[in-house]
C-alpha cells in the first residue's frame, strides 16, 4: 500500500497540511471517543501513490453504482438495489487500512466493499444483470456477492454482525493475527442480535471491528426517529468506541488502522461510527427525498463529497494535477462502460444450473421441480 | 412404555454389559472422536462447557478439550448461532448446540438465511459446515413452549439437511456425519432417549463408524404393512409390531433416520410389497413429516400398490398440555398405533 514518493512542493495553508518527505501530512478534528483515552492520531500522511489510489477506488466506485442506477432504470436491473454513492470514502478508507487476508462483512449497501475487497466491476454489474459471469453466477444478485475473505452482501438486517463476530472468532481459534470489520447501518444498530455480539465479542475479546455506517436515515427514517440514542460510538456500552468523519477517507484510514490495532493487540472489540450520507435514497424504489430535502443532499454533495474533497486537497498541495486526475476519470469510465457491456450482452444463465449448488461438496442429487413429472438434477 | 422395558430387560440379559451404550453416551462419543479427528471442530452452547451440558451430552469434553474447542455462551440464541455460522463460513466446523430446539426459534433466521441459503445464493463459493444439534419435540411435563418438534419447520428448506437418529448407532454415526458433512446439518436428538440404552455392535463401536446421511434402515422386516417412524417414535412402532405379531400381523418397520433429505426410494420398496402404510410421529399433523410421506407415495411408483390410503398417527392437533394424563393423550401411544394398523388392514 505504501509506496513513498519524491517530496513535492506545497503550500503549507493555515488549516491543515503540512508537507513530508513522502506526501502530505494533514491535521484532521479529534474523533469522539468513548472509553477510550487515547484516540486516532490527528495527522494522517497521504503520499501521491496513495491519494491516487484511494481517488482512483472511490471514483470507480462512484461511477459503478452510477452505471447501476441507469442500467436498472433501463430495467436491466431488477429487484433490489441499494445504492453506494456518497459513502465511498468508508469502503476505500477501510481497505486502505486493513489487509487483504483480513475479513469483511457487510449489509446490503454491498457493492462497494465487493469492489474494494477484489471483485471486478465486471463480474459486479454482471451479477447485478443476473448474467452468468456475474461473481456469483447470477444466483445471487445485488445482495449477495461473494470473495475470499469477503462474506457478503447481507439481506437481513442486523444479521451479518452475529456472522462478523464468528469470522472474528475463527480468526481468534486460529491464531492467525487476522481480524474481522464488521459493517452495519444506523438502522441495525437497534437489532437486538447486534447488543448479543457485542457481549460476547466483548467477554471472549474477539479480534473484531464494529462498524456502524451512520447516513442518517434506515430506509426513511431519520436516526432521531429510529434510536433513544443517536450515539451509535457509544451503543457497545462496554466496547470503546469512535466516532469518525466517513466523508474523509483519510480519517476513516487512521481511525481504522486505530481499531486494527487494537483488535490485534488483543484488546477485544472495538465499534467505530462512520458519520456518512448517501446520495441515493434506500434503494432505486425510493427517490429519496421525502423525508429529506434537496437543499440537505446538495449542501453534503457541495461540501463534503468524499471526492471532490481528496481531489481538491491533492490539487491545493500539488500533488497531482487536474490532467492527471482527468485521465483517471476517462479510463475509469472506460471501464465501467467496458464492464456494463458484458454485463449486458453476456447471457443468463443456463436453466441446467437452476438446482446446482444447493449443497458443497456433495454427491448429485434430485430436486423436484414445479410437478412430479419434472426431476431436476443438482452439482455441487 | 412398559412393554419397552420388558424387551429392553430381555435384551440386556442376554448381551453382554458393555456392548449396551445409552444415546447420550453414543453422543458423547461422536462428539468427541470428531473433536479430536479434526482440530477445526469445535462444540458451543449454553451450559455445554463447565456444566457437562444441560442434559450432559457433552460431559467430560471440556475437561479434555478446554476452553478453547467447548465454549459456554450466554443465552444469546441468535448470537450465538449467528457467531457458529460465521465460524463455518471462515474455516471452522462449529457444533451448535441449542439447549432444546425451541429455542432455535429465537435463531432461526440464522440457520435458514445464513447457513442454508448462502451456498445456493454465492453459487457454491461460500460452504457453511455447521451442525446445529439439540433436543427437539416432547419431553416429560414441560407444556406447551417446550415441548414442539421442529422436523417439518427444517425439512421445508432447501440447503439444509435434517437427521432424526433413533437408538444409540443412529446417534453415533449420524451425528459423526454430519460433523463431517459440509453443509448444515440439523440434528435433532430426543431428550427421552438420551438415558436408554441400545446394543451397539462392535463396527458401531469404531471411530470411523458413520451412518450416512440420506438413508433409512428397516428395523423389523415385515409382509403385512410398512410403518414409517423417526426418533423415538421407532421405538414404539417395534412395540406395536411385537403385539401385532401375535395377531399375525407382521409389520415391516421402517426408521428413517434423516427427514431431508428423505429416503423415499426405501419407503415406496416396502409399500411395493406391503400394499399399506402407516406413518408414526410425534409432531403436529398438519404439514408435517407424514403429509409429505403421503404426498411423496402419491407422486410415485408406489401409489398404485396401495391397497388403503396411507394413514397418519400424529401429535394431537394442540399445543403440548402439562397434565401428565392430557400429555399422555397428546401424542402417539402404542395403542394408537396398533389402532391405525388394524384400521388400515381393514381387520
Not at chain 1, 46 to 61: A, E
Not at chain 2, 82 to 101: D, H, S, Y
Not at chain 2, 154 to 165: D, E, F, I, N, R
Not at chain 2, 176 to 202: A, C, Q
Request: proline letters at 5%; glycine letters at 8%; hydrophobic letters at 40%.
Amino acid at each position: 500500500i505504501f509506496s513513498p514518493s519524491l517530496l513535492l512542493t506545497s503550500i503549507f495553508s493555515l488549516t491543515d497540511v503540512v508537507s513530508v518527505q513522502s506526501g502530505c501530512r494533514f491535521f484532521h478534528q479529534k474523533c469522539d471517543l468513548h472509553r477510550l483515552e487515547e484516540g486516532p492520531p490527528l495527522k494522517a500522511e497521504l503520499t501521491r501513490d496513495q491519494g491516487l489510489q484511494y481517488y482512483r477506488t472511490m471514483q470507480t466506485v462512484r461511477r459503478m453504482e452510477l452505471k447501476a442506477d441507469q442500467l436498472y432504470k433501463q430495467k436491466i436491473i431488477r429487484g433490489f438495489c441499494h445504492l453506494y454513492d456518497g459513502q465511498e470514502a468508508c469502503a476505500a478508507g477501510i481497505e486502505a487500512s486493513i489487509n487483504p487476508t483480513d475479513h469483511l462483512i457487510t449489509a446490503y449497501r454491498a457493492h462497494g466493499y465487493t469492489y474494494t475487497r477484489g471483485v471486478s466491476i465486471k463480474e459486479i454489474l454482471a451479477e447485478l444483470t443476473g448474467r452468468k459471469g456475474g461473481v456469483a453466477k447470477g444466483k445471487g444478485g445485488s445482495m449477495h456477492m461473494y470473495a475470499p475473505h469477503f462474506y457478503g452482501g447481507n439481506g437481513i438486517v442486523g444479521a451479518q454482525v452475529p456472522l462478523g463476530a464468528g469470522i472474528a472468532l475463527a480468526c481468534q481459534y486460529q491464531g492467525n493475527n487476522q481480524l474481522c470489520v464488521t459493517l452495519y447501518g444506523d438502522g441495525a444498530a437497534n437489532q437486538g442480535q447486534l447488543f448479543e455480539s457485542f457481549n460476547m465479542a466483548a467477554l471472549w475479546k474477539l479480534p473484531c471491528i464494529f462498524i456502524c455506517e451512520n447516513n442518517k436515515y434506515g430506509m426513511g427514517t431519520s436516526v432521531e426517529r429510529a434510536s433513544a440514542s443517536i450515539d451509535y460510538y457509544k451503543r457497545g456500552d462496554f466496547i470503546p468506541g469512535i466516532r469518525v468523519d466517513g466523508m474523509d477517507v483519510l480519517c476513516v484510514r487512521e481511525a481504522t488502522k486505530f481499531a486494527a490495532d487494537h483488535c490485534r493487540s488483543g484488546k477485544g472489540p472495538i465499534v467505530m461510527e462512520l458519520q456518512t450520507y448517501r446520495y441515493h435514497g434506500h434503494s432505486m424504489s425510493d427517490p429519496g427525498v421525502s423525508y429529506r430535502t434537496r437543499e440537505e443532499i446538495q449542501e453534503v454533495r457541495t461540501k463534503s463529497d468524499p471526492i471532490s474533497m481528496l481531489k481538491e486537497r491533492m490539487l491545493s498541495n500539488n500533488m497531482a494535477s487536474v490532467e492527471e486526475f482527468k485521465e483517471i476519470d476517462v479510463d475509469i469510465r472506460k471501464q465501467v462502460e467496458e464492464a456494463a457491456q458484458f454485463a449486458t450482452s453476456d447471457p443468463e444463465p443456463p436453466l441446467e444450473d437452476l438446482c446446482n449448488h444447493i449443497f458443497y461438496n456433495n454427491p448429485p442429487l434430485e430436486v423436484r421441480g414445479t410437478n412430479p413429472w419434472s426431476k431436476l438434477k443438482s452439482v455441487s | 412404555s412398559p412393554l419397552f422395558h420388558k424387551f429392553l430387560k430381555e435384551a440386556l440379559n442376554k448381551v453382554p454389559k458393555d456392548k449396551c451404550v445409552t444415546v447420550r453416551d453414543a453422543l458423547n462419543q461422536a462428539m468427541d472422536e470428531e473433536l479430536e479427528r479434526d482440530e477445526r471442530v469445535f462444540l458451543l452452547g449454553e451450559e455445554v462447557a463447565q456444566y457437562d451440558g444441560a442434559y450432559k451430552v457433552s460431559r467430560g469434553l471440556w475437561k479434555k478439550y478446554g476452553d478453547k474447542r467447548i465454549i459456554d455462551t450466554p443465552i444469546s440464541e441468535m448470537g450465538f448461532a449467528g457467531i457458529a455460522v460465521g465460524a463455518a463460513m471462515a474455516g471452522l466446523r462449529p457444533i451448535c448446540e441449542f439447549m432444546t430446539f425451541n429455542f432455535s426459534m429465537q435463531a432461526i433466521d440464522q440457520v435458514i438465511n445464513s447457513a442454508a441459503k448462502t451456498c445456493y445464493m454465492s453459487a457454491g463459493l461460500q460452504a457453511v459446515p455447521i451442525v446445529f444439534r439439540g433436543p427437539n419435540g416432547a419431553s416429560a411435563g414441560v407444556a406447551a413452549q417446550h415441548s414442539q418438534c421442529f422436523a417439518a419447520w427444517y425439512a421445508h428448506c432447501p440447503g439444509l439437511k435434517v437427521v432424526s437418529p433413533w437408538n444409540s448407532e443412529d446417534a453415533k454415526g449420524l451425528l459423526k456425519s454430519s460433523i463431517r458433512d459440509d453443509n448444515p446439518v440439523v440434528f435433532l436428538e430426543n431428550e427421552l432417549l438420551y438415558g436408554v440404552p441400545f446394543e451397539m455392535s462392535e463396527e458401531a463401536q469404531s471411530k470411523d463408524f458413520t451412518i450416512p446421511i440420506g438413508k433409512a434402515k428397516v428395523e423389523r422386516a415385515g409382509s403385512h404393512i410398512t410403518l414409517v417412524s423417526h426418533s423415538r417414535y421407532v421405538g414404539h412402532c417395534l412395540d406395536a409390531a411385537a403385539v401385532l405379531a401375535k395377531e399375525g400381523i407382521e409389520c415391516e418397520v421402517i426408521n428413517l433416520r434423516t427427514i431431508r433429505p428423505m429416503d423415499v426410494e426405501s419407503i415406496e420398496a416396502s409399500v411395493m410389497k406391503t400394499n399399506h402404510l402407516v406413518t408414526v410421529e410425534g409432531g403436529w399433523p398438519q404439514f408435517g413429516v407424514g403429509a409429505e410421506i403421503c404426498a411423496r407415495i402419491m407422486e410415485g411408483s408406489a401409489f398404485n400398490y396401495l391397497d388403503s390410503p396411507v394413514t397418519r398417527v400424529t401429535g394431537v392437533d394442540i399445543p403440548m398440555p402439562y397434565a401428565k394424563i392430557l400429555e399422555d393423550h397428546s401424542l402417539p401411544q402404542i395403542k394408537d398405533i396398533i389402532f391405525s394398523v388394524k384400521k388400515t388392514l381393514n381387520v
